[in-house]
């Protein structure tokens, strides 16, 4: 158990009747007017101009209350946790896609777009972005680093992506997401949330190491402090729930005044925007090099969380809003869209199944990432690279008398072996 922070001084803009408090009624005010307006209209490409800003400044609430959140409980749970509250834009995102989709299926593609789009930002740019920040601290520190090494602790977080991504493959041959998947992704999830509460406790990250603004939050007395962490899911959950749909409508608007492909803005915009908070949590984490470790796990953790619970909200959002059990199906390009992304998740949790993270891996996947963006031609060849490269590192893996070290320390860690 965390032991409470000792308050100094509160937090500027929680004194006596705060004046925050009334900004964000103002703030929601204003949200709910312009939302409401632009949904009887239909949100027009204009429309970007407040609701991307909005989805940002949802999901850095959010962020900062899940940051401070999270040193109100035990660190495994916490950063599970963590990675979900981060997520959550993610969630409404797709959930209002899928909502859509219930009553359009040409927008069907569309929740495949924003979940394989967010999945590959995470590996392919968040990873490696978490790496070369620690090096280039550490060099700028004169510090010798040449990877990121995982505590033992992390083995199980590793190995838990195990059985969802397998499960994946069964979905990708079926080429359908149904109801009853979503009822084996859950489970897979509530195993992995089981995992976690069976660890050993580990060390608290020092309230000194937190983002200036949780930090503040956290120095406040206790029921201040819960009071602003409150404010903060309201506040963000608020102007999530009242920008969501004009944010996707005004997404699909600005595709089309642009010219671009409706598919690729929501298969990327929309995830790079609200995913946004999260990557400068990894950042923070990874500029200080020595809590660079607890940055990929929460990149490995919404990863997770994305391939189970994300993904398995789909078709209960969707039969739901169609008043029917429905099963999505997956067209030709859907299916390629889905496993190129289930190579790049493969390749990436076998490479961590080593418990650490090179200069090589990291920059071989966000290559690989980068190619297929550039040149989405090349999708089908980087997805035989992605295979092939996890098939070679499993041989080799495999021929060594140590094998993967995550594989040897996770029943330890779980069952207290040592």
Not at 297 to 314: E, K, P
Not at 323 to 337: K, S, T
Request: aromatic share 14%.
């Amino acid at each position: 158990m965390s032991q409470e922070p000792k308050s100094t001084k509160p937090f500027p803009n929680f004194r006596g009747r705060p004046w925050g408090v009334s900004a964000l009624v103002l703030l929601f005010r204003a949200t709910h007017a312009r939302a409401a307006h632009d949904v009887a209209a239909g949100a027009s490409a204009s429309s970007a101009i407040w609701t991307f800003p909005a989805i940002i400044l949802s999901s850095m609430l959010i962020s900062w209350g899940a940051e401070a959140a999270q040193f109100l409980m035990s660190q495994g749970a916490a950063l599970a946790i963590l990675a979900w509250l981060q997520t959550l834009p993610e969630y409404a995102v797709e959930f209002v896609i899928a909502k859509s989709a219930a009553k359009d299926e040409a927008r069907t593609h569309f929740m495949i777009a924003n979940l394989t789009g967010s999945l590959r930002l995470i590996v392919g740019l968040g990873w490696p972005l978490i790496y070369f920040t620690a090096l280039g601290f550490a060099r700028k520190r004169g510090r010798s680093f040449k990877e990121i090494q995982l505590e033992d602790e992390h083995s199980i977080e590793v190995v838990c992506l195990l059985p969802a991504v397998l499960y994946w493959f069964v979905i990708w041959m079926k080429r359908s997401l149904t109801v009853w998947d979503a009822a084996v992704l859950f489970a897979i999830y509530f195993f992995y949330i089981w995992t976690l509460s069976k660890m050993p406790p580990q060390e608290q990250e020092k309230i000194e190491d937190a983002d200036a603004i949780p930090r503040a939050i956290l120095r406040n007395k206790p029921a201040t402090r819960n009071l602003i962490v409150f404010l903060l899911f309201a506040g963000g959950g608020t102007i999530l729930y009242f920008t969501a749909t004009p944010f996707l409508e005004s997404m699909l608007a600005l595709a089309t005044a642009a010219g671009i492909s409706q598919f690729v803005f929501i298969q990327w915009l929309a995830p790079f925007l609200s995913e946004f908070p999260e990557k400068l949590s990894a950042f923070n984490w990874a500029r200080k090099i020595s809590t660079a470790p607890t940055a990929v796990m929460n990149m490995v953790s919404s990863n997770f969380n994305q391939w189970t619970v994300l993904a398995a909200t789909l078709p209960i959002v969707f039969s739901v809003y169609s008043g029917v059990l429905r099963p999505i199906h997956f067209d030709d390009h859907q299916a390629h869209e889905i496993l190129l992304t289930l190579s790049q998740s493969a390749l990436g949790m076998v490479l961590l199944l080593n418990m650490n993270f090179s200069t090589i891996e990291a920059g071989g996947i966000f290559i690989l990432w980068l190619v297929q963006f550039i040149f989405p031609d090349s999708r089908q060849v980087i997805t035989v690279i992605n295979f092939g490269w996890a098939a070679f590192e499993i041989l080799r893996a495999t021929r060594s008398k140590t094998g993967f070290r995550a594989f040897r320390l996770a029943p330890r860690m779980l069952f207290g072996k040592r």
